[in-house]
DNA sequence: CGGGCTACCAACCAGTTGGTTGGAAGTATG
DNA sequence: CATACTTCCAACCAACTGGTTGGTAGCCCG
């Protein structure tokens, strides 16, 4: 058959990623993401070595999109809340791997260079405007960045599952109107 | 030696609880389960009939706990919130234990009546509030309800972990705070 | 055109694991 | 004291699974 390393790659990494973010890392198959992805067991070991590793590639692929897709805007924290909502309605599976890689590795992944070079250059953005007066400091900056993402992670589908849950405009609202309740002077 | 089936079942429901938290269903091993609740894996499936339903019975009485441990207080929110983030601290397994049950059953464990019943009720308690005029409405009152448990279940230790991380006291009045600023009038 | 390298594979290995079986042992009762 | 019932167990089974091996086949280059 017709040979292509990096398709081949990039076929596992993408199968890999729902695989991964469907069952977790005990959960996940490498016979069912080499079926997947249309190639050998073999070759999922060629390219990275052992399953734990692939869930790294994966991890580290789907997070690094995350950081850039989004990047902070600190003088509108209720507008950076709704973005970061829309890009996990957008990649569902980013959260599942996130909670994933806490729970099954204690949060390894996420305190990778990458990550947290990130997360502190957003901390100290939230400082700074909250030096200025514009945003509250009744909480800490990195207390405000923890909350900004739990609301934005947040579905709003397990309470009332199916009905009342906000599609993503009101989705995007409501998280919008929490943090700017959060942060208001 | 001495039998007591009573005590046997609550020392694997005990040990199965631990298990479950640390490794969730797929990564949970029954033969460890047993190990530690010093029995016989055949008497797990005595009692509990598969992997799958013993996790159901850890599940049940972990969340029958919480809700049972902390009722709501629809006229003092904050305060209500206070109490389930100082619940989550107490028994940190809860928290997890829903996280497996989401990502590996769809939530299926907090479909159940128990569940649905006590949710139900919140959410009317805080719509009633919401009615006097205390509590904001620009927030549905489901809505409200997940952000409450969305902030109550922040651990504040991922964005700097060992680090600034509050204490139980401060992570209470973090809580408080914040959902005093959600339901402002 | 043939050799060598790269990309790929079917079959396999050794260990694991959920669940079962054919009992043994403790205990209660007649 | 013997029987029967309940609680418990060591060994086992069949299927599974992460990872490896001994190749094959496509393709490039001299």
């Known amino acids: 058959m017709k040979r292509d390393s990096q398709a ?68 509108d924290l209720p507008e950076y809340a709704a973005r970061l909502a829309e890009q996990y309605e957008k990649y569902p599976e980013v959260d599942r791997l996130a909670t994933w890689d806490r729970l099954e590795r204690g949060g390894a992944g996420a305190r990778t260079t990458t990550i947290t070079a990130a997360t502190a250059h957003k901390v100290e953005a939230i400082a700074g405007v909250q030096r200025t007066g514009l945003v509250s400091d009744r909480l800490p900056a990195a207390t405000l960045l923890e909350l900004i993402y739990a609301i934005a992670r947040t579905r709003f589908d397990s309470v009332a599952p199916g009905e009342g849950a906000p599609v993503p405009e009101h989705r995007r609202e409501t998280v919008k109107e929490a943090v700017a309740r959060l942060v208001r002077p």
Do not use: Q, W
């Open 8 to 75: 081949t790659r990039r076929r596992i990494l993408d199968e890999a990623t729902v695989e991964f973010a469907r069952h977790g890392i005990a959960g996940a198959r490498v016979d069912r993401i080499a079926a997947s992805a249309g190639c050998n067991k073999a070759m999922i070991y060629a390219y990275f070595t052992s399953k734990d590793r692939l869930f790294d590639a994966v991890f580290d692929a789907a997070v690094v999109r995350n950081v850039t897709d989004v990047p902070i805007d600190a003088a």
